[in-house]
Structures are given as structure tokens and as C-alpha cells.
């Protein structure tokens, strides 16, 4: 605690940022005008930036970038709704603490978390010896698996252990409340201070970065600061000055958060005088935010033609074909057709189809393949073996655009991008929906 009072004394920094504070104080109250177009703005900007950060292949954001590319049935894409509803969602509650002038708790912190995440997943995710496997997120939990990274450097970092979370976030805390009631402690060393713990803890599986922005902009918010705003261009700064905390060196840390306090201060101080506080590049980040919650991507890096069509048939369906192949033994025989355009209309009837990608090919007997607009998968499951007259017809359909292929089950259309994982949450939801109703039809055969 001592350490809090002498940075907030010494650091020469501090004393613009509260000359501009105060500056700004004085001029109060704004008219509801100014307040609104300040908040609009730098609440777009603080979405903005801390999705966007999320979605960078950075290790704070990696696992749910892989695990959450892709659209839904209804067709938002779930990551990226999830980022921005769960995000949005988590400021108001912020919001309401401070209306409400609750303290925080590590109950907050927990809902907090769960209103970022929105849903739990099993996400994708690499051992420390470069394995794969699979992880269970838990939004509003502390987390069940460490959640050690491993550097550009190949060394490890290491983060509080599943065991040590709970007692060290009790201890975070109990800080933060010790660090309130102490007189002379500078609001963004406070808050700065508790951004760097919070992030050496990482206490949750996934969702630590934009928690950890939160929490800050809440200390902040707390003090009557305006908001720490951390731009997506300079998050490699960002990211090292974390790094020089994490050896001790805390100034970084807290200069970097003051110099983005006081972008927000100016910001208002701009409005009051009349002058534009729009930035050229706003009208792009609004334009962004709207094509993630619409669900299309923003930059399309790959299209149709560096892809391989039938590689991408041959991952969703042969996953159909092997949970299918788990009721063929309930009917007396099963077909699997492939139909597809290019030339001409084509029908293969398959023996061992989906042996291999290389049988697959073989198989399919058509160099047009990969140039066909649709490509439709029906397997059928012939004469159950009660009455030996009902038959069960599952068809997918994949339909190939330049920049993207969309995935239709009856009425289900998933819209997927070529750089994408082929078999995401959004596919194997498809393949749920293909295996239920198989088992209702069969369900129903055998109470005939």
C-alpha cells in the first residue's frame, strides 16, 4: 500500500492528467448534449478496440478466435455476437455498480464474467508440449485448467493456478478496498494497479482481456475518471508494458493507462469547445461493428479458389456419415449419394466413400468438382428391421459462393468463411439437429 501513495506523489505524469481533470470539473454540469455525444463516442471506441484485441490471435483471445469463428442458424456469427452483445451487456451491469455505488465483489466479478461470455463452450486448445485437446469454458466460474501461455520466445508464463484462483482473488479484493479507504492514492494508479493483478491471475478460462478492461473502466468510472480506451494498433505496447510489470516495473503499466485517460479527457474538453471529436477512422469502426453482428467478416482474406470444395465436403460429411453409420444396424441396408453440379448432374453411389479424403476423391470421379455451385449428401438408412417398409432420408447440402459456403439441414443455414475451421460449434450444432431427428423418426417407427 505504501508503494501506492509514493507512485501517486512522484510520477510527473500524474499532474497533467489532474490538472485536465480538474479543468474539466469546473465546467460541470454538461449539457446532456455533450455528455451523450462524449459517451457515444468513446463507448464505440472502448467496443471497438476491446473486440477487436480479442480477436487478434493473441494468447488472451486465441482460444475463443478458433473456437467461435462462424455463423448460426439465424445467421449472426457467434463469436463475434457474443463479443459485442456480452460486452455491451457487461458495461450496463458495470454501469448500474457504479449507479448503485456497490463496491466490488467477487460475486460481481462473476456475473461480470458470465454477461462477457454469455454461454458455456468446449473450445479447441493446445497443451504446453503442443498437443491438442479439448477445454471446458464455464462463463461466471473461476478457472477449472491452468491457463499457462507459452511466449513468442518459447518460454512459459505463468499465471495463478485453478487451486490458487479463488483465495488470490479474495486477496485482489480485499486490496482494492484497503487501496479505497487510503487518502492520497491516485485513481490511475489504483487503477492501474489492479489491471496488472488482475491479468497476473487470469482467473477465468477465456475472457480474461476484456474482463480486465472492464474492471479498470470501472475503478475509473468510480473516481469520476473518464474511460481508459486501449486502441487495437497499440496493443503490442500494451502487451510489453504488462510484460515490464510483471518483472516489477510498474510505471509502464500505469503511464500507458494515464496517457489513454487523457485521450478521453481531451476528448471532452474538445466537445465543450465545439470541435469535432470524430476521428476519421470512426465511420470504419461503426461500419466494422455492424458486418460482425450481421455476420460478415470484415476483411475476406481467402476465397473459393484457394480452397480445396471437396475437402471441405469431405470434413462435414463424413462427420454425418460416422454418427449415421451408428444406426445402420436398425435397418436392413443404407446408401449414401453424392449429387452434384457441373457439367451435368451427377449420382455416385458410394462403397467405402469416406474411407479416406484420398477414397473420397476417388470415389467422386469428376475433376469439376471443386467448380460446383452445390453439392448435396443424402444418406439413407433402408427397411427398418421391425416392419421392413420405413426408410429414413437425411440430405445436406452445401451451396459454394467466391467468398464464402454456406451449410443448409431443412430450414438450419450456416453461412462459413474459407479461412474458418471447417468443423466448428455451428457445424456439429447442424449434425446435433441431423442425429435428433433421426432418432425421433426412428422412435416413431417403433411405436407403429
Not at 518460454?155 to 485482489?172: D, F, G, R, V, W
Not at 494497479?193 to 480474461?208: L, R, T
Not at 452445390?374 to 467466391?402: A, C, G, P, R, T
Amino acid at each position: 500500500m505504501k508503494a501506492l501513495k509514493i507512485l501517486s506523489e512522484e510520477l510527473p505524469f500524474l499532474k497533467e492528467i489532474s490538472a485536465l481533470k480538474k479543468g474539466l470539473d469546473e465546467l460541470r454540469p454538461l449539457s446532456k448534449e455533450i455528455e451523450n455525444r462524449v459517451i457515444q463516442k468513446l463507448r464505440l471506441d472502448w467496443n471497438y478496440n476491446s473486440n477487436a484485441i480479442e480477436g487478434n490471435v493473441f494468447t488472451f483471445g486465441e482460444t475463443i478466435a478458433l473456437l467461435m469463428e462462424g455463423i448460426t442458424a439465424k445467421g449472426k456469427p457467434l463469436k463475434d455476437a457474443l463479443d459485442i452483445k456480452g460486452h455491451n451487456d457487461a458495461i450496463d451491469f458495470m454501469m448500474d455498480m457504479i449507479h448503485d455505488e456497490r463496491d466490488l465483489n467477487e460475486a460481481d466479478v462473476r456475473s461480470l464474467h458470465k454477461l462477457v461470455l454469455g454461454n458455456d463452450y468446449r473450445a479447441d486448445a493446445i497443451t504446453l508440449d503442443g498437443k491438442p485437446t479439448k477445454k471446458a469454458i464455464k462463463a461466471g466460474q473461476f478457472k477449472s485448467q491452468p491457463n499457462h501461455v507459452k511466449t513468442n520466445t518459447g518460454e512459459i508464463h505463468y499465471y495463478a493456478s485453478p487451486e490458487e484462483t479463488p483465495a488470490k482473488m479474495k486477496e485482489l479484493v480485499d486490496w482494492y478496498k484497503d487501496a479505497v479507504s487510503m487518502r492520497d492514492v491516485n485513481p490511475i494508479v489504483l487503477a492501474s494497479m489492479f489491471h496488472h493483478k488482475f491479468v497476473a491471475i487470469h482467473p477465468f478460462d477465456d475472457g480474461n482481456g476484456r474482463m480486465t478492461r472492464i474492471l479498470t473502466n470501472f475503478v475509473l468510472l468510480k473516481y469520476g475518471y473518464p474511460v481508459s480506451v486501449i486502441k487495437q494498433e497499440d496493443k503490442l505496447g500494451y502487451y510489453a508494458c504488462l510484460s515490464q510489470a510483471d518483472r516489477g516495473e510498474v510505471i509502464p503499466i500505469i503511464e500507458f493507462i494515464s496517457n489513454t485517460v487523457k485521450h478521453s479527457l481531451k476528448t471532452y474538453i474538445k466537445a465543450i469547445n465545439g470541435e469535432d471529436i470524430d476521428e476519421p477512422d470512426d465511420l470504419d469502426k461503426e461500419i466494422a461493428l455492424f458486418r460482425k453482428e450481421i455476420g460478415v467478416k470484415t476483411e475476406i482474406k481467402v476465397r473459393r479458389k484457394d480452397v480445396s470444395s471437396s475437402k471441405i465436403c469431405y470434413e462435414i460429411f463424413s462427420v454425418v456419415k460416422k454418427k449415421m453409420d451408428k444406426f445402420s444396424d436398425l435397418f436392413m441396408s443404407k446408401d449414401e449419394l453424392i449429387e452434384f453440379e457441373s457439367k451435368q448432374r451427377i449420382l455416385t453411389y458410394s462403397k467405402g466413400l469416406f474411407n479416406s479424403f484420398d477414397s473420397f476423391k476417388i470415389n467422386i470421379k469428376d475433376k469439376d468438382f471443386d467448380n460446383s455451385k452445390s453439392v448435396m449428401y443424402s444418406y439413407q438408412l433402408l427397411d427398418d428391421i421391425i416392419l421392413n417398409e420405413s426408410s429414413i432420408k437425411k440430405d445436406i447440402i452445401i451451396s459454394f459462393k467466391s467468398e464464402n459456403y454456406i451449410v443448409e439441414y431443412k430450414e438450419l443455414r450456416i453461412v462459413k468463411y474459407y479461412d474458418d475451421k471447417t468443423l466448428t460449434n455451428d457445424i456439429m450444432s447442424l449434425v446435433k439437429e441431423v442425429i435428433k431427428d433421426t432418432m425421433i423418426e426412428i422412435k416413431k417407427i417403433k411405436e407403429q
